[in-house]
């Protein structure tokens, strides 16, 4: 079964784009594309559709009303709202979506969000649950998006509640939480050794061991700053590193 999907954001260019991350799923048809909450309505009146990607901030009814008048048909379509901003969310659910993702959209997003959308439709098969590795992260850098390869990465770190990665060239953000970041990791040298970081295992120059049997450890390339070790993730540190 095809689930049958539009999109409704009213920037077309970002249409464009939901469009084309969701053409690595097989099962997603995009019947239609809006820049405006009155035709999509229109359409969704007329036509029978399963799933909605659905901008909150939308010129007229807003994303927030299109869900509500969706929540009143008989037919109703699954409803993903897609936002540049956080703190819709708490609004989000006071309507019938199912689910939120924040925009920049990327692909891991998408998939997350649409393992839910299978499973609370009847008749869909399931897709296996396979996490897409890439050999390279995209991080800002001088104001643009540049890809670095992952062997470049000594660490990755939240700061601030953002995400960082650490090179011999500097500190990049990226646009991504942690783990989705260790999602994509595909090269086996990365573990995450700690709910705040991520450490390349080749770029480790020392462990040191600290207070009541816990443990730092110092990466080359890295000056001041020495990294704990999460005593869940200690014992797979040891056995990769061959310590006791």
């Not at 095809?2 to 260019?13: G, Y």
């Not at 901030?57 to 807003?62: A, D, I, L, R, Y």
Request: with cysteine.
């Amino acid at each position: 079964m095809k689930i049958r999907t539009i999109i409704v954001d009213d920037e077309l260019p970002i249409c464009d784009e939901i469009e084309y991350l969701l053409q690595s799923h097989a099962d997603i048809e995009v019947l239609e594309k809006f820049d405006q909450s009155q035709a999509a309505l229109d359409y969704i009146a007329k036509n029978k559709c399963e799933l909605v990607f659905l901008d909150i901030e939308m010129p007229g009814m807003s994303g927030l009303e299109l869900a509500e008048c969706i929540g009143t048909m008989d037919y109703k379509p699954l409803i993903v709202f897609v936002t540049a901003y956080e703190e819709y969310a708490v609004h989000a659910f006071a309507t019938p979506a199912v689910g939120y993702i924040t925009k920049p959209v990327t692909q891991i997003k998408l998939t997350k969000v649409l393992c839910k959308v299978r499973d609370l439709l009847p008749g869909v098969c399931k897709e296996p649950k396979t996490v897409q590795k890439v050999s390279r992260v995209t991080v800002f850098k001088d104001g643009r998006l540049c890809p670095l390869a992952q062997q470049e990465i000594i660490m990755a770190y939240v700061k601030d509640k953002d995400v960082f990665v650490r090179t011999e060239a500097g500190e990049f953000a990226v646009q991504m939480n942690l783990q989705e970041l260790a999602d994509i990791l595909c090269d086996a040298s990365f573990l995450r050794v700690h709910r705040q970081y991520i450490i390349n295992l080749d770029f480790v120059e020392e462990v040191i061991p600290w207070f009541h049997g816990s443990y730092m450890v110092h990466m080359r390339g890295i000056k001041g700053e020495d990294i704990p070790i999460g005593r869940t993730h200690l014992q797979e540190l040891k056995k990769l590193l061959g310590f006791r």
